[in-house]
């Protein structure tokens, strides 16, 4: 990292954009302005550990991309309409199930790890309000 | 595998596989098959999707409406929700205004404590050490890193977020923007300067 806010190079988008072409049941992506869209912060968490994954270890694409359609049939399978439908949920169950036939993950350890989060009060590390600035750098001149 | 966390506060569902995804990045990362970093790496791509449209319009309100400025600045979390903003990480929060004399700046020191439901997702930098170090002890070397450099004449504060009390700051007006509707001054405000190491955009710069 050069300075605080140095984007990365070259931009990843161009492989990451072929990687979400290359995925299956295209009109089910979630798009803003033709760019994929994402409304929370796990979505995009989720996405980018399986992109990241797929450069580091190299694991098929389409390995990724079976998990997604049996992953999206399955919520079909389950339901008449779309009422309650994400992409990213859909995504997100993909991904787990690839880690877990893969096995980078077992299912119990992640739901323990789960709850053991979710069990932490909010904040836990970091609880007490600072009501003061903690630097004041007064004029130089 | 209960349903929820404690009585009193039940877990969302959204809260609920937020938990699921930082649990599968702790595993995979302490298993050694991925690093932070190249998650980061990529999720830069996309942090400003889920942006600070909010803290935009709340900012843009304390421009055109001197009312609800001085409620903003009194109980920012009171005056958030008058605009239907708020929600978790946002309960307590302090909003820190810019003057001609005092430009305000943002940090977590320990971690990475933010406003989300009004600022959005947090930029990767925020939460490394370098910022959260740097920001509390060079923070005009900071800003100078994001192209910003405040006038010498003008006193810095640094304020450190926590999960108590997160602060984000009320960047000046741009100049030059008298008749702007609302809407034109909220495309002015960016997320780094409602963290305060950046300036609004001039009118010239959209």
């Known amino acids: 990292m050069r300075t605080m806010n140095d984007r990365p190079t070259p931009d990843p988008k161009v492989e990451i954009d072929s990687l979400i072409d290359a995925l299956p049941l295209g009109e089910r992506i979630p798009r803003r302005a033709g760019e994929l869209a994402f409304d929370r912060a796990w979505e995009i968490r989720s996405f980018s550990m399986t992109v990241a994954l797929h450069v580091e270890l190299g694991f098929e694409w389409t390995d990724f991309q079976k998990e997604l359609i049996a992953a999206v049939r399955h919520w079909e399978s389950e339901h008449t309409d779309l009422d309650g439908w994400s992409y990213h949920e859909r995504w997100l169950v993909a991904f787990e199930r690839l880690a877990e036939t893969s096995g980078w993950i077992e299912s119990a350890d992640l739901d323990a790890r789960t709850e053991q989060i979710l069990a ?11 009501r003061e600035p903690v630097t004041v750098q007064p004029p130089r001149r | 595998m209960s349903l929820t966390h404690d009585d009193t506060h039940p877990a969302t569902t959204d809260e609920r596989i937020a938990a699921r995804v930082k649990a599968m ?45 001085i409620r903003l600045l009194a109980d920012a979390t009171g005056a958030c929700r008058e605009m239907g903003v708020g929600g978790l990480q946002g309960e307590e929060m302090l909003v820190k205004e810019n003057t001609e004399d005092v430009h305000n700046i943002v ?12 600022l959005g997702l947090p930029p990767n ?19 100078a890193e994001f192209g910003f450099e405040p006038p010498d004449t003008v006193e810095i504060r640094v304020w450190d977020s926590s999960a108590e009390l997160r602060y984000w700051v009320l960047p000046r007006r741009p100049a030059g923007t008298d008749d702007f509707t609302e809407e034109q001054l909220a495309a002015l405000v960016t997320r780094d300067s409602l963290i305060g190491v950046t300036a609004a955009l001039s009118p010239a710069a959209v």
């Open chain 2, 125 to 143: 930098w925020y939460k490394y050490p370098a910022y959260r170090a740097r920001a509390v002890r060079d923070p005009r070397g900071v800003m």
């Open chain 1, 120 to 130: 932490q009060p909010p904040g836990a590390d970091h609880q007490h309000a600072v």
């Open chain 2, 107 to 118: 940090v977590c020191t320990l971690c990475s404590c933010y406003p989300w439901p009004v």
């Open chain 2, 25 to 69: 990045e702790a595993i995979l990362v302490e298993k050694g098959l991925i690093g932070t970093d190249a998650i980061d790496y990529m999720s830069s791509v996309y942090e400003n999707q889920v942006g600070p449209q909010l803290g935009a319009q709340v900012t843009a309100r304390a421009w055109t409406d001197p009312d609800f400025k």
